[in-house]
């Protein structure tokens, strides 16, 4: 089983809809999180960090629910610029330090 | 400020040749990562550094692969020899240790090198 898994999607949506992302990980030992946001042909740059409490950066909300071991990120109001693939990440201290895994991303694309 | 720095962008070679991937780092940057990233297994970590001292090679694909840090603001990633599974976008990433917390924070990815090899 892969340490985290992601609907590939794709996802299209129009613009102004709501669109909600999950990701999966395997390792209760996991523990950061992150949503990174990769354009076409682009390198992958951060999005936003996930915590326990839950965090909101403007239209974009994630959540964290340890239990169940899943992350998710909303996107309300979507933007044609949102279109992008959405990364989940994991990090937890195993046997090696700082060791960080992805997801292999949610392609979203938002169309007029 | 400059980002990290990846060369070359692309390269097109022949299997059974020697390829070098080259990165600089964000100065003040401690963690170094190389990412290989394909359609098929997404991104995968090859290998990483802290403070110029690999920490965890084991992604490293076979012994085709090596990889070097001689100094802070120089890394190599090497193919001897490649072959055309090889070909993939290799992203190298810096990151600085967070603070208190003795792990990597955020990310920076250079804008990769596209790597095909025939």
């Known amino acids: 089983r892969k340490e985290v898994e992601q609907d590939p999607g794709p996802f299209n949506v129009p613009e102004g809809a709501t669109v909600a992302f999950n990701c999966t990980y395997s390792n209760s030992a996991s523990q950061s999180f992150f949503w990174y946001r990769q354009d076409c042909r682009k390198e992958p740059k951060l999005l936003m960090s996930v915590y326990s409490s839950g965090n909101e950066d403007g239209r974009f909300t994630a959540q964290l629910n340890r239990a169940s071991q899943y992350i998710s990120l909303l996107i309300r109001d979507s933007k044609l610029s949102d279109s992008a693939t959405y990364l989940c990440?994991?990090?937890?201290?195993?046997?090696?330090?700082?060791?960080?895994?992805f997801g292999r991303g949610t392609q979203l694309t938002v169309w007029p | 400020d400059a980002g990290v720095i990846q060369s070359p962008r692309h390269e097109v070679t022949e299997m059974g040749q020697e390829v070098t991937l080259r990165c600089k780092p964000i100065s003040g940057h401690d963690y170094l990562f190389w990412y290989r990233q394909t359609m098929m297994r997404g991104l995968e970590l090859l290998i990483y550094f802290n403070n110029n001292v690999p920490i965890d090679d084991s992604g490293m694909p076979e012994d085709r692969f090596s990889a070097k840090m001689p100094n802070a603001s120089f890394s190599t990633l090497k193919i001897q020899p490649s072959e055309p599974r090889d070909s993939a976008v290799y992203f190298c990433a810096s990151s600085f240790q967070s603070f208190g917390t003795g792990e990597p924070g955020e990310l920076f990815f250079g804008e990769g090198s596209r790597l095909t090899v025939l």
């Open positions: 990440v994991v990090m937890y201290r195993g046997s090696t330090l700082g060791r960080l895994y």
